[in-house]
């Protein structure tokens, strides 16, 4: 069955910290977002990688870096944690060959900085 | 730039009768892709039914169809016979066809409440 799993359901963090989110697929697939989900915002896309090494900013990178070593890892990084980025983080992944295919998600992160 | 709208932020239903969640989009294109995605109170999003948009034919999954007027640019999820599960925010998302794109586009979601 399809899998993608972040490392984390719930994380606190403080103001200023450096904070990792990790995302893992196991279906091979070349396409990961990641995406920030706020009530009454819907979803909106941070970055997106589609390989290895490869990145594109999505509509609100800032505050955020990504990075994917392997093709299995997107790891999301807040540099200095705000407490603006209090949200849910969705991962998700896709395969590249074909438009229709859908996204599959991960269970979410919700992080909040104190 | 494409949008895409859901105008009902809650929506409730009785068990085993039909609702209707709606959605609009906006977009210059001719060939792209509509998806209905669910989130439970587990937070996992999943698929609930997709629409290829040069395809006519409504598409249908079990108890989940959609009505889709392409000229009027909606796209709205049907639930027949309601359960409880059903219980969920649900999200209406666009995706373009074309070469070298990549987003799915997302509406705010309506949470929809099943009563029994």
């Known amino acids: 069955d399809v899998k993608v799993t972040q490392s984390s359901r719930y994380l606190v963090k403080r103001t200023g910290e450096k904070v990792f989110l990790e995302c893992v697929q196991d279906m091979d697939h070349e396409n990961m977002f990641w995406y920030r989900q706020d009530p009454g915002l819907g979803l909106r896309l941070i970055y997106f990688?589609?390989?290895?090494?490869?990145?594109e900013k999505g509509d609100i990178p800032e505050g955020y870096s990504v990075s994917r070593e392997k093709k299995e890892r997107f790891s999301l990084i807040l540099e200095s944690a705000s407490t603006n980025q209090t949200s849910m983080y969705l991962c998700?992944?896709?395969?590249?060959?074909?438009?229709?295919?859908?996204?599959?998600f991960g269970n979410g992160t919700r992080l909040t900085v104190t | 730039a494409q949008t895409v709208t859901q105008s009902q932020p809650e929506m409730s239903v009785q068990e085993a009768e039909t609702v209707t969640l709606s959605c609009t989009y906006d977009?210059?294109?001719?060939?792209?892709?509509l998806f209905w995605y669910k989130q439970p109170p587990s937070r996992q999003m999943i698929l609930v039914i997709r629409q290829e948009a040069y395809k006519q034919q409504n598409a249908t999954e079990n108890r989940f169809s959609v009505n889709f007027q392409k000229a009027a640019k909606s796209f709205s999820l049907k639930i027949s016979d309601s359960q409880l599960g059903d219980a969920a925010m649900y999200f209406c998302?666009?995706?373009?066809?074309?070469?070298?794109?990549?987003?799915?586009?997302f509406g705010t979601g309506t949470r929809l409440k099943v009563l029994a």
């Open positions: 998302a666009y995706r373009s066809a074309s070469s070298g794109t990549y987003k799915y586009i």
């Open positions: 977009t210059s294109e001719s060939d792209y892709y």
């Open positions: 998700a992944s896709s395969f590249a060959t074909s438009r229709k295919a859908p996204l599959h």
């Open positions: 990688s589609y390989d290895v090494k490869m990145k």
